[in-house]
């Protein structure tokens, strides 16, 4: 059984389910894209489903058929006899990149451009590929993302290890990289399917998903189950090359940019540009202090919550306790049972939340409900010279009243 989504979310905006066979997930993504330019929606879901029923089942090997001879997916490769049918699930967050670097969100990568063609009308049947639309439909992502291709550092291929399949592809991508140029060998190539198998409908979002994990971790993707290059796809005349192992990505003139191809059954081709996320603002200073807050909707669920907390904190002593502090006062629900700690680094956070002494840990049970907030100084004679000095330096809010105040005071007394 198979099925797809595209949902986008907000007040709001469409509702889409796409069908076009392999290429589903990445058309997906390419119609959540325009609804986001076309201001449709702020916020969207795109992504695919494949689900095998049963699991487990067999299948009878067809020669010159999609499906392999020995159980492998062996993309590029002189063994290549067609691909395996898998299960999965794949889904992104996407936003317009301007609004999610201005709300602070973890941008994990960019959409340079995408397209989307279909070429059923030209080919020689309901499942041969056709060179002229796979490479148009590439050609168009490019200008889209209006990037040349000779700044594109990895292509994942929709590589369904079949002769044919790899042949038509490679030279539709040669083609739409400009031909075969003097210049060869400096833009890797690759395929998951050899490592998961053919998801069917999933099979796009996947692949997305795998570049945008490269870009992150400037590493350029092995590719299993390669030794002998095929005799029908010549590499060695191209712009492309096979990695057998992960290699470093290294950096260039540009920012790192990808290709992710899938090409659909009856003929819908999608592709879309990737580029590495925009160097991420460093977060100010943390204050002297923080509060840190939790809470949960039983005391059971609390303890949990408490541990995995001081646990993370001791492990990440880099962070920044500020960030922590927002995340957990602006970004999560709150419930009746509270705790809160101040604390001015995380490794103080985590020995006040995980130590035997619990003395600076304050833990009530109370119904949410709305209060003012105030700044009171208890009249007890125990006031020194600069008791609020640290409080004004570091808060705003608590500084613009307090100089309104002092403003008022000097205004009707001169002191």
Sequence with gaps: MCSTL????????????????????????????????????????????????????????????????????????????GSVMGSGVGLVVLKRLDEALADGDLVRAVIRGSAVNNDGATRAGYTAPSVDGQAAVIAEAL?????????????????????????VELAATIKAFGGRQERRGWCAIGSLKPNVGHLDRAAGIAGLIKVVEALQHRQLPPQIDYEVPSEAVDLSASPFYVTREARPWPAGEAPRRA?????????????????????????????????????????????????????????????????????????????????????????????ALSGPDRSRVFTLEQARRGRPVAFMFPGLGDHYPGMAGDLYRSEPAFRTPFDRCADIISANTGE
């Design 6 to 81: 595209s949902y986008k979310l907000g007040l709001e905006g469409p509702s889409v389910a796409v069908q076009t066979f392999c290429s589903t997930s990445l058309v997906a993504v390419h119609l959540a894209c325009q609804s986001l330019l076309t201001m449709e929606c702020d916020l969207a879901l795109a992504g695919g489903v494949a689900v095998q029923v049963p699991q487990g089942r067999g299948y009878r090997f067809q020669e010159g058929g999609i499906l392999s001879r020995d159980g492998h997916c062996r993309t590029f490769d002189a063994r290549a006899g």
């Design 143 to 167: 200008a889209n993302a209006g990037v040349p291709a000779h700044s594109i550092g990895y292509l994942e291929a929709h590589g369904t290890a079949t002769p044919l399949g790899d042949a």
């Design 259 to 351: 290709g992710v191809s899938s090409f659909g059954l009856g003929g819908t081709n999608a592709h879309v540009v990737l580029e590495e996320a925009p160097p991420q603002l460093a977060s100010p200073p943390a204050r002297p202090h923080e509060l840190v807050l939790l809470s949960a909707k039983t005391p059971a669920a609390l303890e949990r919550a408490t541990t995995r907390l001081a646990q993370h904190l001791e492990a990440t002593p880099e962070l920044n306790l500020g960030d922590v502090a927002f995340t957990l006062q602006a970004g999560r629900r709150a419930f009746n049972h509270r705790r809160m700690v101040v604390a001015h680094n995380p490794a103080d956070a985590a020995a």
